[in-house]
């Protein structure tokens, strides 16, 4: 993960499972994803998702997620090493 990078674990309901959440994030926010782990099922999922970009747009990233009805937490170190 690079300095400009967050990492977060991000739930999401059935309502969102269709939608092409992570390429709204590139395009609105100019953020770059780094999909490290995913689970995808027919009533909900949720992503490890490693964002980098200007503080400024990612904040607004998270935000725009959670407006959308998504769980967003922070994690720290690296849970997906090895």
Known sequence: ???GAIRLFVSFPESLVERPMIYELVKRFDVVPN???ANVEAHSGWIILEMEGASGPRDE????????GCTVNRME?????G
């Open 61 to 68: 990233a998270v935000a725009y997620l959670e407006e959308l």
């Open 77 to 81: 170190g690296d849970v997906v090493a």
């Open 35 to 37: 999909i490290r782990r």
């Open 1 to 3: 993960m690079t300095a």
